[in-house]
């Protein structure tokens, strides 16, 4: 009778794992879409604020504290959708970085 009981649980425990591993995986997969959607996007905003920039006061960039954190922001997407599609990593790594 207890062996029963603790196969029972061992059982509950790795479904509960693998419903887990199923749901990161799953939100890894949006997560790298959305952030592959959003990077190019980004990326236009930049460059055509800094166009506009240019335009109404005369230089594409001044290092204020918007400009900056859209830079850091983009360096940070550019990493994760660069070490994502060449080095092939997924999952587990992507979540360390």
Not at 25 to 49: A, C, Q, V
Not at 89 to 97: A, I, P, T
Request: aromatic fraction near 22%; proline fraction near 2%.
């Amino acid at each position: 009778m207890k062996y029963y009981h603790i196969k029972r649980k061992k059982f509950f425990f790795s479904f509960i794992n693998f419903r887990k591993w199923q749901l990161i995986k799953e939100l890894d997969n949006w997560s790298y879409r959305i952030i592959s959607l959003g990077f190019p996007l980004l990326t236009i905003g930049i460059l055509s604020g800094a166009v506009w920039a240019n335009e109404a006061w005369g230089s594409y960039w001044n290092w204020d504290p918007k400009e900056t954190w859209a830079l850091i922001t983009w360096l940070i997407f550019a990493i994760y959708l660069h070490t994502r599609m060449i080095k092939g990593w997924q999952e587990k790594k992507n979540r360390q970085l």
